[in-house]
């Protein structure tokens, strides 16, 4: 797995009606298709999903091969889990029996769900920060968590923090490849060994990385110090978030999504 193939936090520009739509409506939105996800229980309600999903990927016009390889990173995730359930899920139907492993047609429907569940999860979150600028997704975050203000909840601030995490990761990322690059042309070797060796050969790579890390967060906190950066008390936008048509249709469709997943899990589809 290669450091470009982590597409967490990165931003694609577009004007696609799911760029064009409130970033609170895609948090609740995405909110809600997590919560189908963990409602379906069948092929059909999984397959309903997937058909949402595709068309959302559709409408969002981001390319598919920037959403595979965004996945290869769980892939490890993705085996573990399968594995575990495979093994560990009781059931009466035997499928094999070693020694005190059994694998079940129970743990093997479950370890199919579930990674399916993952993988759409996933996907789905990817769709959020993919189509969504770091900037509308904090005041987002802000503005559907301003009741808690009331409470001496730091709102704000923490909708600031989730945001720089999520826009510096892509950049950590390109610095931690071109660190690697920098210490291969030294020599260095990062792949070969056992778990213990690439463990040791890492440190390096971290003691600049982490350099780097705190020289970008100080040289952030100057830049926002000299912008007269004090909070959100008194502050302002540039755009202030209004509600659509297409937003509200949206959540109407999102809330529909759930109900009709809900209706055929009692009906055991």
Sequence with gaps: MALKDITLGQYFPGSSPLHRMDPRTKIMGICLYIVALFLAKSMVSYGFLFAVLALLVRISKVPLKSIVRGLKPVVFILVFTAVLNIFYTPGTHIL?????????????????????????????????????????????????????????????????????????????????DKIMSAQRARGANFETGNLIQRAKALIPLLVPLFISAFRRADELAVAMECRCYHGGEGRTRLRQLKYHKLDWLTLTLALSMCVIVFVLGKFGL
């Design 96 to 176: 094999v029996k070693f020694w005190v492993l059994t694998i079940t047609l129970e743990g093997v429907r479950t370890a199919f769900f579930m990674v399916i569940r993952i993988m759409m999860l996933i996907t789905g979150t990817f769709l959020l920060t993919y189509t969504t600028s770091p900037i509308l997704l904090t005041d987002g975050i802000e503005s559907l968590l301003s009741p808690l203000k009331k409470l001496r909840v730091p709102i704000h601030e923490l909708a600031m923090m989730m945001s720089i995490a999520l826009r510096f990761i892509p950049t950590l990322i390109e610095e931690t």
